[in-house]
């Protein structure tokens, strides 16, 4: 996120001396990605942020990935998945590969404190509202919102008690994920051509002091789940600043970019990491050519899986094809793919879309996990077929 911050106190100067109000100095942390050569935040911890009590492996259930074979179009009905747990601890894996993992999670309980450490996430909220906590402080969450969360930032979900239960979409990516670079001014700023600024990005606005002993924390890592019992709370932060950080952009902030014909989906493009990207389809005007046809071309991408996630509205170019509310669509590389039959004629002038939908584009395939079985429309590949 290249957008500086300050929440908190910090002290003028990086790296001096900056004291509590006993004398005793504040911890300070770096925490950078990259290796010191990429973005950076440093915060002021009350206690040390390294003192553990212990470490103790943890016997996490491992959800098998199998390859896209035989090859073929995917729909999976999110909502026919079991609800229960914590947004943390019960994620359904949809699909995965090296780059990326794509999961869904439905609940209302409130979870415990994690870092993920093998990358960003990517938590997009379908329903549900509550506080996301983090060591830099506290954003809240409602339908519509993107939370990014940087890799080894520790945090929790407090859901809110009479919300309707949470539904989301989880990225969990290998890297980091930011704005794609062609957004970006030579020094990071979001240019004018951008579908969002700045403004629409929304990070913690104070620090979340908590006192504790004996805190535990869960971590995934490269080599499974760790929890460590850290001596001191680590929401501890009396203030931070820099560039890396958690925040939330709503997709309903997204300003959709339209034209006299077709546009392709890069123009929907909302975030990118490495191997993937995300794209948001938001309510918005069709194409104004006299002659234009609203409704997508046929399409081959050919070196990309393609996840469509429906999130609400009419969903036009795929009517009659069984996708409702919560369906995700996977349409492999090898596939050509487009709208359903009779639906180009029917989109002729039409005016505008109140569709709202998040794409995941991977660079290499896509396996499918337990969420993915436990939740598909074994028809879906046929749906193409006229006068079925
Ligand atoms: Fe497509």
Same mark, same amino acid.
């Given at each position: 996120?290249? *957008? *500086?911050?300050?929440?908190?106190?910090?002290?003028?100067?990086?790296?001096?001396?900056?004291?509590?109000?006993?004398?005793?100095?504040?911890?300070?942390?770096?925490?950078?990605?990259?290796?010191?050569?990429?973005?950076?935040?440093?915060?002021?911890?009350?206690?040390?942020?390294?003192?553990?009590?212990?470490?103790?492996?943890?016997?996490?259930?491992?959800?098998?990935?199998?390859?896209?074979?035989?090859?073929?179009?995917?729909?999976?009905?999110?909502?026919?998945?079991?609800?229960?747990?914590?947004?943390?601890? @019960?994620?359904?894996?949809?699909?995965?590969?090296?780059?990326?993992?794509?999961?869904?999670?439905?609940?209302?309980?409130?979870?415990?404190?994690?870092?993920? @450490?093998?990358?960003?996430?990517?938590?997009?909220?379908?329903?549900?509202?509550?506080?996301?906590?983090?060591?830099?402080?506290?954003?809240?969450?409602?339908?519509?919102?993107?939370?990014?969360?940087?890799?080894?930032?520790?945090?929790?979900?407090?859901?809110?008690?009479?919300?309707?239960?949470?539904?989301?979409?989880?990225?969990?990516?290998?890297?980091?994920?930011?704005?794609?670079?062609?957004?970006?001014?030579?020094?990071?700023?979001?240019?004018?051509?951008?579908?969002?600024?700045?403004?629409?990005?929304?990070?913690?606005?104070?620090?979340?002091?908590?006192?504790?002993?004996?805190?535990?924390?869960?971590?995934?890592?490269?080599?499974?789940?760790?929890?460590?019992?850290?001596?001191?709370?680590?929401?501890?932060?009396?203030?931070?600043?820099?560039?890396?950080?958690?925040?939330?952009?709503?997709?309903?902030?997204?300003?959709?970019?339209?034209?006299?014909?077709?546009?392709?989906?890069?123009?929907?493009?909302?975030?990118?990491?490495?191997?993937?990207?995300?794209?948001?389809?938001?309510?918005?005007?069709?194409?104004?050519?006299?002659?234009?046809?609203?409704?997508?071309?046929?399409?081959?991408?050919?070196?990309?899986?393609?996840?469509?996630?429906?999130?609400?509205?009419?969903?036009?170019?795929?009517?009659?094809?069984?996708?409702?509310?919560?369906?995700?669509?996977?349409?492999? @590389?090898?596939?050509?793919?487009?709208?359903?039959?009779?639906?180009?004629?029917?989109?002729?002038?039409?005016?505008?879309?109140?569709?709202?939908?998040?794409?995941?584009?991977?660079?290499?395939?896509?396996?499918?996990?337990?969420?993915?079985?436990?939740?598909?429309?074994?028809?879906?590949?046929?749906?193409?077929?006229?006068?079925?």
């Amino acid at each position: 996120m290249p *957008y *500086y911050r300050t929440v908190g106190e910090v002290p003028p100067k990086r790296h001096t001396q900056f004291r509590q109000p006993d004398g005793s100095l504040y911890a300070e942390e770096l925490m950078g990605e990259e290796g010191f050569s990429f973005d950076s935040a440093l915060l002021y911890h009350a206690h040390s942020p390294t003192a553990l009590r212990s470490i103790e492996a943890v016997e996490a259930e491992v959800q098998d990935t199998s390859p896209n074979h035989p090859l073929r179009p995917r729909h999976f009905k999110t909502h026919q998945l079991k609800a229960g747990g914590d947004v943390v601890t @019960a994620r359904a894996v949809l699909l995965a590969n090296e780059d990326c993992t794509v999961s869904y999670f439905v609940g209302s309980d409130s979870s415990g404190l994690y870092k993920n @450490a093998t990358g960003d996430e990517m938590v997009f909220i379908e329903q549900g509202t509550g506080t996301l906590e983090t060591v830099f402080g506290a954003i809240r969450f409602e339908a519509g919102d993107y939370l990014i969360i940087p890799a080894s930032v520790i945090h929790r979900y407090e859901v809110d008690p009479s919300a309707e239960p949470v539904r989301a979409l989880i990225l969990e990516t290998r890297g980091h994920i930011g704005p794609p670079r062609r957004y970006l001014s030579r020094n990071g700023q979001l240019l004018e051509h951008a579908p969002f600024c700045e403004r629409d990005f929304h990070g913690p606005e104070t620090p979340l002091i908590r006192d504790g002993t004996n805190v535990e924390v869960l971590v995934k890592h490269r080599g499974g789940m760790t929890q460590f019992v850290y001596g001191n709370h680590p929401f501890d932060v009396i203030g931070w600043d820099g560039c890396l950080y958690p925040h939330k952009f709503s997709i309903h902030d997204f300003e959709p970019i339209t034209g006299r014909v077709h546009q392709p989906p890069p123009v929907h493009q909302t975030f990118e990491a490495p191997g993937v990207v995300v794209c948001s389809f938001v309510p918005r005007l069709f194409d104004y050519h006299p002659d234009a046809i609203p409704a997508p071309y046929n399409h081959a991408n050919v070196d990309s899986d393609e996840v469509l996630f429906y999130v609400e509205g009419n969903f036009m170019s795929r009517k009659g094809a069984g996708i409702e509310q919560g369906s995700v669509s996977l349409h492999p @590389a090898g596939h050509t793919h487009g709208p359903q039959p009779g639906s180009v004629e029917a989109s002729i002038g039409k005016k505008g879309t109140e569709e709202l939908a998040v794409m995941i584009d991977t660079f290499r395939p896509l396996d499918m996990g337990p969420g993915a079985k436990d939740s598909e429309d074994d028809g879906y590949a046929w749906t193409w077929l006229e006068g079925r």
